[in-house]
């Protein structure tokens, strides 16, 4: 079945930092792919998203590339802050498969000043 | 104005007791899901309804009842509730089964003791 990978966190890195966080998928067809966020204490916010091979994301600095060869969705951020402190979520669904959403266990990230 | 809401936002409760959750969206979305998110973030789909009908039940116990009166609501009844019910609920909607993007609501922390 559809499923997705993300790299264990927790990551911690200092400001101003470059950031990567992986995630992979597996899926039958053509997924869109996603990236949510949840900062502490509220619930996911859309980050991002993907809807086809090559297409590239990106907002607030963020910015993940669907690569259908290596079925992968990282997510980048040149220069983290600390208000980016926060559980990042990559997420996948297959259109027309009544939308069932299948996320990674989460990557937590800490920026610290 | 709020897009996805529930209430409440925290629900302590005792084991064994009753209790419901309330979703509500005012995007005018035909879709609506049900999300727990456990201790360790890890987000798992629970129940899709679309213009009032189930369209994903995943393996939950039966103990947990989704309810939907209108398009625009999904309440989710819960009975004899067990420690292990302790989570994060998250309700969220998206415009069809079609369409990709969901969007989520606040959270309601619920902890059985």
């Known amino acids: 079945g559809d499923s997705v990978t993300q790299m264990e966190g927790p990551v911690t890195l200092s400001e101003e930092a470059f950031l990567t966080i992986n995630c992979t998928y597996t899926a039958t067809g053509y997924p869109s792919l996603f990236w949510y966020v949840q900062y502490p204490g509220e619930g996911l916010q859309l980050l991002l998203k993907a809807t086809k091979a090559d297409d590239k994301g990106s907002n607030k600095g963020f910015e993940a590339t669907y690569r259908k060869e290596t079925t992968s969705f990282h997510l980048e951020k040149g220069s983290v802050q600390v208000s980016d402190s926060a559980v990042y979520f990559c997420?996948?669904?297959?259109?027309?498969?009544?939308?069932?959403?299948?996320f990674g266990a989460g990557t937590r990230l800490t920026v610290k000043p | 104005d709020t897009a996805v809401s529930q209430t409440p936002k925290y629900l302590v409760t005792q084991m064994g007791n009753d209790k419901s959750i309330k979703c509500e969206q005012n995007?005018?979305?035909?879709?609506m899901y049900w999300y727990k998110q456990d201790s360790k973030k890890f987000l798992k789909i629970m129940f899709s309804?679309?213009?009032?009908?189930?369209?994903i039940n995943e393996t939950v116990p039966n103990r947990f009842s989704p309810k939907s009166p209108d398009k625009a609501h999904l309440n989710l009844h819960i009975n004899s509730l067990e420690l292990g019910d302790s989570a994060v609920y998250f309700c969220?909607?998206?415009?069809?089964?079609?369409?990709?993007?969901?969007?989520f609501g606040p959270g309601t922390r619920l902890t059985v003791l």
């Open positions: 309804y679309n213009n009032k009908e189930l369209i």
């Open positions: 995007l005018g979305h035909d879709t």
């Open positions: 969220a909607s998206s415009p069809s089964t079609s369409t990709d993007t969901q969007y």
């Open positions: 997420a996948l669904i297959e259109p027309y498969n009544n939308n069932d959403m299948r």
